[in-house]
């Protein structure tokens, strides 16, 4: 382990009118994210559109067209980092059928996930943290098996993004286990998507947090015409959509309406993308999607993980579910000419970045309470040590019930924490703090009497 010593101290003068941010980048995630290759991630794309369509519903015996062609490339992919990875990375196809749904399904179907699980090497670790993005692609008519349909960006940019982050990653350790996936099925309803959730939860796997990557490689928009590749976007649940009904009593009473799971992940991406990837702002959307629109976080949080999903700031319409084909002068299809590898390579690392931060950092502390006992300006907060790691300390967050993000940071060594700010007027959650600078995910303190 490299010790905090080595980490590299940036220290932002004038970031902010009011204050300065420190910024401790750990070397090992440092050099993680500088490993990123945009010809890496261009080679991935191409390969994947060279697959004439990779629609859920087209020819899977092929060995060189449709999706069955693609999935089994994608797990030929990550078996070739397996042999870098001292036994440690399994890579296989997790198939299933469905069955003619009425809907976006007309034949049975055999649905293939394809994984790559990177094992913890505490064996005592139980959590588990996904990355994924969707193999399938589509154009204007998602029934199309057999035109082309790209999906350069839709999503082979999230899929591009996943197997560069398993190349990387599968060379260092981690404590816990990282399971990168690309999934089918999510342009006929998030199918391949529900099918892994289903099975987490029945299985009871600890999915600690997942992040979908659906759309990271375009950085300009149709219609308002904006090119941006300095921004990306994380959409995260407010309301939970798991047990609303049993919590939220308590979600009102508490003022707990940004405070979920998911939004805390969301705040946490937004922190430790900033911190190891430069000139990208990472903007919080509260919502869970794009306005009507669903992705394969969906059922993870609808079975009660906690996921959110990254997409790029602006979307391109133009490119997006559509026929290959030029109308007026335009060009119409998700072809890789339109895609931006230097925003990809940087979207890329902020999902390594947070997925190292978290599979290194201690797990979360428990049992974490804020007193009420007594009405008081102060408050008094406490906790256990966490289950796994070894922590240097915690920090206490906090920030104004009105802010989007935490504004200050205490830290302590102890496992309680009295500070001169008033429960009625801040928002607080406390978080493991390894001995390499890695936090945990923040818990939110219940009530302690
Ligand atoms: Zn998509």
Request: cysteine-free; glycine content about 8%; charged content about 25%.
């Amino acid at each position: 382990m490299k010790k905090i010593s080595t980490a590299i101290l940036i220290v932002l003068i004038g970031f902010s009118a009011k204050s300065q941010t420190i910024i401790n980048r750990n070397s090992d995630i440092a050099q993680m994210v500088k490993s990123v290759n945009q010809d890496s991630l261009k080679s991935y794309i191409t390969k994947m559109v060279a697959f004439g369509t990779r629609n859920t519903l087209s020819d899977i015996k092929s060995k060189t067209k449709g999706i069955g062609a693609a999935r089994n490339w994608v797990v030929t992919k990550f078996s070739q980092f397996a042999k870098q990875s001292d036994g440690r990375l399994t890579a296989f196809l997790d198939t299933t059928t469905f069955q003619p749904d009425g809907k976006r399904i007309d034949k049975p179907t055999l649905l293939g996930n394809a994984f790559a699980i990177l094992k913890g090497t505490d064996a005592n670790d139980k959590r588990v943290y996904v990355v994924s993005g969707h193999l399938d692609s589509r154009v204007t008519d998602v029934m199309n098996r057999t035109s082309d349909a790209p999906g350069a960006n839709d999503d082979g940019s999230g899929v591009a993004g996943v197997i560069e982050a398993a190349r990387i990653m599968s060379k260092y350790k981690f404590s816990a286990t990282i399971i990168f996936v690309a999934v089918s099925g999510e342009e006929q309803s998030l199918l391949g998507s529900g099918f892994m959730a289903a099975k987490a939860k029945r299985e009871g796997w600890n999915v600690d947090a997942m992040l979908n990557n659906d759309m990271i490689g375009s950085n300009n928009s149709s219609e308002t015409q904006i090119i941006d590749n300095t921004r990306l976007r994380v959409f995260s649940e407010g309301l939970p959509s798991f047990e609303l009904d049993k919590n939220a009593k308590s979600i009102r009473q508490f003022g707990l309406e940004n405070d979920g799971k998911s939004r805390q992940l969301a705040r946490y991406v937004k922190e430790i993308g900033e911190r190891y990837v430069d000139q990208l702002e990472i903007k919080l959307i509260y919502r869970n999607d794009r306005f009507l629109r669903g992705g394969d976080h969906t059922p993870f949080v609808e079975n009660g993980f906690t996921a959110v999903r990254i997409t790029e700031m602006n979307e391109n319409f133009e490119h997006q579910h559509q026929d290959l084909r030029t109308e007026n002068g335009i060009r119409y299809g998700d072809l890789q000419e339109f895609m931006d590898f230097e925003y990809l390579r940087k979207n890329t690392g902020v999902n390594i970045a947070v997925l190292a931060n978290l599979a290194k950092a201690p797990s979360t502390p428990i049992d974490v309470k804020i007193d009420v006992k007594n009405l008081s300006n102060s408050s008094y907060i406490y906790w256990k040590a966490p289950v796994n790691g070894t922590v240097k300390g915690y920090y206490v967050l906090m920030r104004e019930t009105s802010s989007s993000v935490w504004e200050k940071k205490f830290f302590t060594t102890a496992t309680e924490l009295r500070i001169p700010y008033s429960k009625d007027n801040y928002l607080f959650a406390v978080q493991s703090v390894g001995n390499d600078e890695n936090e945990s995910l923040p818990v939110v303190p219940g009530i302690g009497r």
